[in-house]
């Protein structure tokens, strides 16, 4: 039998298939003005748009100024675009989360993280009590606030200052700048989270807590007060779109599978109770903060990050879901495929 057909065969199909997942992954314009009306044209858009309502369970961001809007871009050869109020700094809150993850499976390995926190959905509120007394594993996983507790807990360091030091490290790294914390956010948090404190607690008297309650609860409210601006937000999520080198600064922070790790965990938990419907719509890994912030990871193409204050009542910024969700769709980013149009 003549083996050339078949050889041709599968060589037009192979290049059939690096052509469509070519395609699959669009990216931005790559001229910058063009690149930047576009994202000019989205924040316009949404800036309008003033539904939601400030968190209210933290007075240091019930009392913040709710007019702000920026979106940011970061490529994976780590060209940046950005557009509306990109030097309004406002705190990272539960965006940190999967970069603390990252740091402890880094640090511990992924099999740390599966066994002493979990990987699986919640549909719930990030903070519900309920979602740990009906879990058996309590903590659920890493970017719910119980599992998010009990992976900083994780962090390595001699004592909690060692541990702050390294977070922080870390972070100003993923960023490409030095990081730091918002003190009046921070003193906001610190006396008012009694929720988080109950769920510190509980998680401890299961033993799914590795440090004493008080601590672990005043490092969480530390990395939840951590101070950045939206392309800050957008570099961070870039080493992740990268496979875990740093664009800009070319170090390599994460291997590729504790990419894959995070990520997984993003597109299940990231947007809470909102997981789902963001799959849907979006089809991005990304991750949410009450401080406002989104950051959404295309991965081998770019990050978005977006920043609007006013939150829907799952606590994800309205401005910012809409922004990126418009952008997924004009560049056809979405991991399982084509999504419609701008809502
Ligand atoms: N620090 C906040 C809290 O624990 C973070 C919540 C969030 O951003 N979704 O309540």
Known sequence: MNRWPHALSVFTGIAFLTATACSRAA????DDDEARRLLASIHERY???????????IPA??????????????????????????????????????FTAALVIRQRGRDTLRDRVGLE?????????????????????PLVNAGAMATVSLVRGAD??????????????????????????????????????????????????????????????????????????AMMGATLANGGVQPVSGERLLS????????????????????????????????????????????????????SPRLDEKGNSVRAQLAIRSLSAQLQLGLFGPVPGDP
């Open 256 to 307: 590729p599978e504790d990419v894959t790790a995070v990520l997984s965990l993003m597109t299940m938990a990231g947007m809470y109770d909102g997981a789902g419907a963001w799959a849907w719509d979006v089809g991005l890994p990304a991750k949410s903060g009450v401080g406002g912030g989104i950051v959404a990871v295309a991965p081998g193409v770019l990050a978005v990050a977006a920043f």
């Open 47 to 57: 800036l309008e748009d003033r539904s939601g309502a400030l968190p209210d369970y």
């Open 160 to 233: 909690p200052e060692a541990q702050w030091n390294a977070l922080l490290d870390w972070y100003s790294r993923l960023a490409g700048a030095p990081l730091h914390m918002d003190d009046s956010i921070y003193e906001s948090v610190r006396k008012t989270g009694l929720r988080n404190r109950s769920v510190a607690a509980l998680l401890r008297s299961y033993d799914r807590l590795y440090g004493e309650p008080e601590a672990v609860r005043d490092l969480y409210n530390r990395q939840s007060s951590v101070q950045l601006d939206t392309l800050q937000l």
């Open 27 to 30: 990216n931005l314009p790559p």
């Open 61 to 98: 961001l019930a009392a913040a100024d709710p007019e702000p809007f920026a979106i940011a871009v970061v490529t994976t050869d780590g060209r940046t675009v950005s557009v509306g109020d990109t030097q309004a700094p406002f705190v990272i809150m539960s965006a940190a989360k999967p």
């Open 121 to 141: 959905p919640t549909g719930e509120a990030y903070n519900s009590i309920n979602v740990i007394e009906e879990n058996p594993l309590r903590t659920v996983n």
